[in-house]
Structures are given as C-alpha cells and as structure tokens.
Nanobody, 116 residues
Framework: QVQLVESGGGLVQPGGSLRLSCAAS????????MGWYRRAPGIQRELVAR???????YYGDSAKGRFTISLDSAKNTVYLQMTSLKSEDTDAYYC??????????WGQGTQVTVSS
C-alpha cells in the first residue's frame, strides 16, 4: 500500500516559520503531483500548494509570497516551507500525491497552530 508520512507541524508564534515534510513510500506507480491541502470554512479541503514532478509549482492565494513548496524526487518527499505564519494559518495540513494513473493518496494530516 502507498504510505504518506507527514511531519513538521507544531505550535509557533505569529511571524514564525515551520517546514512540513511528507514522504511517500510503498507500491506507488509513479508520482505526477504532490501537494498540501488544509481545511477551510464551507469546504472539505483547500489547496495550499502543489508541485509537479517536473518542478512546476502552484500556490493558493493564502500561500503566495509566504510559503515555498519543493520536491525531492529521489526521496519521494515534498516539503512546504512556511514563513510569516499568521493565526489564520492554523489548521490541519494534509499531504497528497497524485500518481501516474491519476489516483489520489492522502496523509493523516499534521497540525499547525499559530498562536501567541
């Protein structure tokens, strides 16, 4: 089975930084896209950022200018460098991978709490 192991969440003060990591392993066909989602009012999940296997990144409005997504293809690991964190960023963040067949896989989520 495909496993997504997330880490890096925690409690930080406003203006602080965190780096989230997600490592994919198991019987994955191939990786097309990896990304991060979070919960949002009125919807199940909101896209934070995603990156293709070719290194093309896309950011949701809340992440632009503050977060950076990167992919280490050799390790099947995606990172989300989060800076200038605000209380509004508090949420559970979920890693996802889209394989070469178009299937989605989800991690368990890692909690980010921004509070003074």
């Amino acid at each position: 089975q495909v496993q997504l192991v997330e880490s890096g969440g925690g409690l930080v003060q406003p203006g602080g930084s965190l780096r989230l990591s997600c490592a994919a392993s198991g019987s994955i066909f191939s990786i097309n896209v990896m990304g991060w989602y979070r919960r949002a009012p009125g919807i199940q999940r909101e896209l934070v950022a995603r990156i293709t296997s070719g290194g093309i990144a896309y950011y949701g409005d809340s992440a632009k200018g503050r977060f950076t997504i990167s992919l280490d293809s050799a390790k099947n690991t995606v990172y989300l460098q989060m800076t200038s964190l605000k209380s509004e960023d508090t949420d559970a963040y979920y890693c996802t991978v889209v394989d070469g067949k178009g299937a989605y896989y989800w991690g368990q989520g890692t909690q980010v709490t921004v509070s003074s």
